[in-house]
């Protein structure tokens, strides 16, 4: 009985801090992931006050966090959004990859972790953050941009990526050896395709098989099957991660829709107790001496990440204001760096303290590169014009030289909230 009141008295004050972190961050502008990840530092393992009873059970809702992450976004995606997006976006993907994974692959061999973990810390500074992108995009007024849909783009092409490379870290985790991971990658590919096919040709035939008009129905419906998926595809070394992500994907129409509306709060409760179960297994002493790498980790990343959005948007016809827009925005580093990190430091845990550093680092700095790295740029730009050494200082690219990269999509009126920032930026 008194273990029982200890995990009562310690789940209901982190559930209760939660809410109050979220709170705090969502009146500063800030994504909560940061303050979610130091408050499971200050409660983990050599910290304030470790927490010892509810350890068990934060770490299964850690995995339940990890598998709504990935449902919900494969509800937001159906299967010929994913296809298209392959045939169009995947040289930005392959750019996006090359720029964006290679600093991290290098950093680990320099660091001497060897290859698995080149390939675990790679994947870390690879993938952008979906869910704190979204909400940038949201809170400064840009869904109707041009320069959103290549944005989103990308962020389809690296999270369709996920159901390859988890499966394959996964199997070199396990250290089954080239036979064994290639095996895997077969699995995980052969799973991918087949499940893409299925939501093709009978995508309304699973939705129509898994619908409900009971609320209640259709969420233990819906949660019950993506769990069993997670769980086989975890036994076949799949990911369950990648398990329920297409689990989304095969659901679409008003199921994918409802249930999406019953799964926000579970997944929003849950992955927050998976960013405080990630801190909780970080000791805090250990981040100090990674902060200078992990530092020099984002800023290469940083610059990296703004390349790859400005030469997406660039592909598209996109004008230069666009352009630095769009990578501006990929920054963001979040919920996928972490699920990566979390599946290596059993194997390699010194990649826990660097990546909940570097992490940190970026989901703060992403949203004010997104909002700043455009007018900056703008005012170097006109700086340099009026200074004689940088021509007209618009840093515009006339139409001539863009319809070679790709055909224009016409001009769509930009939000309110977007003009006026193009004025404030202007001043």
């Known amino acids: 009985m008194h273990d029982t009141t200890a995990l009562l008295v310690e789940l209901g004050s982190v559930i209760l801090g939660l809410g109050i972190i979220g709170r705090f961050a969502g009146r500063i502008g800030l994504s909560p992931i940061p303050l979610y990840l130091l408050a499971g530092l200050a409660f983990g ?32 995606y159906s299967a010929s959004e994913l296809v298209t997006s392959l045939k169009t976006q995947y040289p930005s993907g392959a750019v996006d990859f090359v720029l964006n994974a290679t600093p991290g692959a290098v950093a680990a061999l320099l660091l001497g972790w060897g290859p698995v973990g080149a390939v675990a810390l790679a994947g870390v500074t690879w993938i952008s953050s979906s869910g704190v992108i979204a909400k940038v995009l949201t809170d400064l007024g840009r869904l109707g941009n041009r320069e959103t849909p290549v944005i989103l783009g990308v962020l389809v092409i690296e999270d369709l990526s996920m159901a390859v490379y988890l499966p394959l870290l996964t199997a070199m985790l396990a250290g089954v050896g080239l036979a064994g991971g290639s095996i895997a990658l077969l699995i995980a590919l052969g799973t991918v395709g087949f499940v893409l096919y299925l939501a093709l040709r009978h995508g ?13 129905m259709l969420l233990l419906v819906v949660l019950g ?18 398990g329920a992500f297409l689990v989304g994907i095969a659901l679409s129409g008003e199921v994918a ?11 929003d409760l849950f992955a927050a107790v998976f960013f405080v179960f990630f801190g909780l297994s970080t ?45 501006g925005t990929l ?33 703060i700095v992403g949203p004010l590169t997104a909002r700043w790295t455009q007018p900056v740029v703008a005012r170097i730009q006109a700086w340099r014009g009026r200074d004689g050494s940088g021509g007209k200082g ?34």
């Open 45 to 76: 393992e050599g910290g304030l006050l470790p927490l010892g009873a509810s350890e068990e059970f934060t770490a299964v809702g850690a995995e339940i966090g990890v598998i709504l992450l990935l449902l919900l976004l494969g509800l937001e």
């Open 204 to 216: 309304r035939l699973i939705s129509r098989a898994v619908s409900s008009d009971n609320p209640e």
């Open 225 to 242: 099957l993506t769990v069993l998926v997670a769980g086989v595809a975890q036994q076949l070394q799949v990911s369950a991660a990648v």
């Open 257 to 267: 829709e409802g249930a999406r509306k019953l799964l926000t709060p579970l997944r």
């Open 283 to 327: 000791n805090p002493a250990e981040i100090p001496p990674v902060l200078l790498p992990a530092a020099l980790l984002a800023i290469v990343t940083v610059l990296t990440k703004i390349a790859t959005g400005w030469y997406a948007a660039r592909r598209a016809g996109i004008g230069s204001r666009g352009r630095w827009r769009a990578g």
């Open 331 to 363: 920054v963001a580093r979040g919920e996928f760096s972490i699920v990566i990190a979390g599946l290596a430091v059993a194997t390699e845990p010194r990649i826990g303290p660097i990546a909940t550093a570097y992490v940190l680092i970026l989901v």
């Open 394 to 427: 618009s840093g515009e690219v006339p139409a001539a030289r863009t319809a070679s990269a790709a055909p224009a999509a016409p001009a769509e009126p930009a939000a309110p909230a977007v003009q006026e920032e193009f004025a404030s930026s202007a001043d």
